[in-house]
């Protein structure tokens, strides 16, 4: 059963010179948060630790936009999302159709990072295209507009 909108708690997470943001919102206890440390070259450069949950929402915010970077790089599925002012790396999203779903990276919940558990290390190297696409229609999370 999907999360009821009551039952959802919000996470605000910003980059270093707060231009970008966004707002996580899930009924997940902090612990059972799925953390991923995905080993591509991209996330092991920017240390980036993701969570996601399809049974949440999320939005991301342009207090900046012409601070707001999208890049795609390897099979393009994916624009990841960072701050041209300060390099910080906050999330990724990717579409479906009409649906957006994204993931953020947890080390931007500066409040939280302590309290999270230990990551996960994924390596998606042998997924094509339309397998990575599927996979994160599955967990990643639903944007909201």
Not at 15 to 22: D, V
Not at 80 to 97: D, E, H, K
Not at 112 to 132: K, V
Request: one cysteine or more; glycine letters at 6%.
């Amino acid at each position: 059963m999907p999360n009821s909108p009551t039952s959802l708690q919000s996470y605000e997470g910003r980059c270093h010179c707060r231009a970008i943001a966004f707002v996580y919102r899930t009924a997940l206890a902090l612990e059972d948060w799925p953390i991923r440390a995905c080993q591509c070259t991209f996330c092991r450069l920017h240390a980036g630790l993701t969570t996601s949950d399809p049974a949440g929402s999320l939005v991301f915010i342009e207090e900046k936009p012409e601070a707001l970077n999208r890049y795609e790089f390897g099979l393009k599925t994916a624009d990841f999302l960072i701050c041209r002012n300060c390099g910080a790396y906050i999330g990724a999203m990717t579409r479906s159709g009409a649906s957006r779903f994204g993931i953020i990276n947890v080390r931007v919940l500066h409040s939280l990072a302590d309290r999270l558990r230990s990551p996960e290390r994924m390596n998606y190297d042998s997924q094509g295209a339309s397998e990575r696409q599927a996979r994160r229609e599955l967990r990643w999370t639903p944007i909201s507009a």
